[in-house]
């Protein structure tokens, strides 16, 4: 009779007393689980917040240095160079 599947009428009192009882628990341990995950989301978002610090100068040029590693060196800019000669083509 799988047509009464969803139907609690047609079963004996003690089946649907286990039932509840297991509903319950399982209710009360997604409470539980879900007060957890709130706890974890805020620690985590006060960690995040806090590791967005910016890199310092020094960690910059290290990573600079770091990715640059094995390329030609590039000669500077000449001194007077100036944004004029970027956009030397446009008026």
């Known amino acids: 009779m799988h047509f009464m599947v969803g139907f609690a009428g047609g079963m004996p009192a003690s089946v649907r007393s286990a039932r509840a009882r297991h509903l319950a628990r399982l209710q009360g341990e997604r409470r539980k689980l879900s007060a957890r995950l709130a706890k974890l989301n805020k620690e985590i978002e006060g960690l995040s917040a806090k590791t967005k610090i910016a890199p ?36």
């Open 56 to 91: 310092s100068v020094e960690d910059l040029d290290h990573w600079i240095d770091e990715i640059s590693e094995g390329l030609d060196d590039l000669s500077p800019l000449p001194a007077d160079f100036a944004r004029d000669d970027l956009y030397a083509d446009h008026d």
